[in-house]
Nanobody, 116 residues
Framework: QVQVVESGGCLVHSGGSLRLSCAASGLANNEYDMSWYRQAPGKERELVATVSIRTGYLKYIDSVKGRFTISRDDAKNTVYLQMNALKPEDTAVYYC?????????WGQGTQVTVST
């Protein structure tokens, strides 16, 4: 059974930085993608960034390019989202999704709040 756990969210001032972690367990190989989504109050959940563990393919949405960076520790099945120059509009619950060939697996989310 695949389990996904996010951590690292907290309150930070505008312009500050945070690093989120997404740890996955129960994976048998590297045939999966890991993605970060976020959902702000009253808004739909949106994809922020994604990485293919097998190919290394990376994708970011335009609003975070140059500010957010994905890195990975394959030995720990963990992906990190380094978030710099945070803005109030980055405030949201951040979710990690692990996509295997048979289904998507979601974490419980971690709250990021950016104050002005």
């Amino acid at each position: 059974q695949v389990q996904v756990v996010e951590s690292g969210g907290c309150l930070v001032h505008s312009g500050g930085s945070l690093r989120l972690s997404c740890a996955a367990s129960g994976l048998a190989n590297n045939e999966y993608d890991m993605s970060w989504y976020r959902q702000a109050p009253g808004k739909e959940r949106e994809l922020v960034a994604t990485v293919s563990i097998r190919t290394g393919y990376l994708k970011y949405i335009d609003s975070v390019k140059g500010r957010f960076t994905i890195s990975r520790d394959d030995a720990k099945n963990t992906v990190y989202l380094q978030m710099n120059a945070l803005k109030p509009e980055d405030t949201a619950v951040y979710y990690c999704k692990v996509s295997t060939w048979w289904r998507d697996h979601w974490g419980q989310g971690t709250q990021v709040t950016v104050s002005t």
